[in-house]
């Protein structure tokens, strides 16, 4: 593993200091803050989950200076709430993800899905697209960054390819396209695959080594802010392989079947939509074909 001196851009939080209770929501409070979530970005957070919604949004109102939630919602209404408005999206969608995440999904794309797209020209006619739709921090996206460039080393040869990373959150887009990640993070990779696709720290950041992608991938990738049900906003994205991964869960069902139908018009024919495995399309839309659960193919 290469080493490589850069620095971050975060400090370390103080720890030790003894923070103030969070603000409590009343029941219509959380009602008003749920609504205009979804009027915001079509996110549905049960307005039961008021627990949730403290947590998540109590340091917020502390460093605001708010000490309840009354104040904070006039803010979010207001001329000015708009940039408030995008902040509460961001602090209520949980950014889990990892590198191999459900790794079944890229054994079947290494093992079939690749070699079908190769097969039909995609890669060499035209460029072969992987579209990450909600990529958070980026790990989803840069492993199958890593899966195309090993298979571009086997029997499938020299492809071109790119890969599309999309989210709501601007703070997650950072990150993925910083492509800076911990040791933790970097579990899921094998040794090898480190070797080959990371860059070491040469000093320890926040006493830490961290990794990051190397500039061969990092200069094939693209990263978009979208929201999935604003389809007059997303950039001309065209896909060979979308990644629709544990983001419907924050849709309702007919939203969710709005967000398939955008995605599914940028899917070429002969592509595949890949969805959580929690998440298989009880009724795929016209033309969407399962091929395994959670995998489907356009025709």
């Known amino acids: 593993m290469q080493a490589m001196a850069f620095s971050s851009g975060e400090s370390a939080a103080a720890g030790g200091a003894t923070l103030p209770s969070a603000p409590r929501l009343t029941a219509s409070e959380a009602g008003l803050l749920v609504a205009i979530l979804r009027d915001h970005c079509g996110l549905s957070i049960p307005a039961e989950n008021r627990s949730f919604l403290e947590l998540r949004l109590g340091r917020r109102l502390r460093n605001l200076g708010l ?15 708009a940039t408030e408005r995008q902040f509460l999206a961001e602090s209520l969608v949980t950014h889990t993800t990892s590198f191999f995440r459900e790794r079944a999904h890229f054994d079947w794309l290494n093992d079939e899905g690749l070699p079908a797209l190769a097969q039909q020209g995609t890669g060499r006619i035209s460029d072969l697209v992987v579209w990450s739709a909600a990529c958070s921090t980026g790990q989803e996206l840069w492993t199958a960054a890593i899966l195309l460039d090993r298979a571009c080393r086997g029997p499938l040869g020299r492809l071109r390819w790119t890969v599309v990373g999309t989210d709501l959150s601007r703070s997650a887009l950072r990150r993925a396209q910083g492509a800076t990640y911990s040791e933790e993070e970097i579990a899921g990779l094998p040794e ?18 961290v990794f990051r992608i190397i500039p061969e991938l990092r200069r094939r990738a693209q990263f978009h802010q979208i929201n999935l ?6 950039p ?17 069902l007919p939203d969710q079947g709005r967000v398939i139908h955008q995605l599914c ?10 969805t959580g495995h929690s998440e298989s399309l009880v009724q795929p839309p016209p033309g969407l074909v399962p091929v395994q659960p959670s995998i489907y193919r356009k025709d």
């Open 67 to 81: 000490t309840s939630f009354s104040p904070y919602i006039a803010l979010l209404l207001g001329a000015e709430g």
């Open 192 to 209: 090898d695959w480190r070797s080959d696709y990371l860059l070491r720290s040469s000093r320890p950041v926040g006493g830490r080594h």
């Open 229 to 234: 049900l604003d389809p007059g906003r997303m």
């Open 236 to 252: 001309g994205i065209t896909a060979d392989i979308i990644f629709l991964r544990n983001v419907l869960i924050y849709f309702d």
């Open 265 to 274: 018009t940028r899917l070429r024919r002969g592509g595949y939509l890949l």
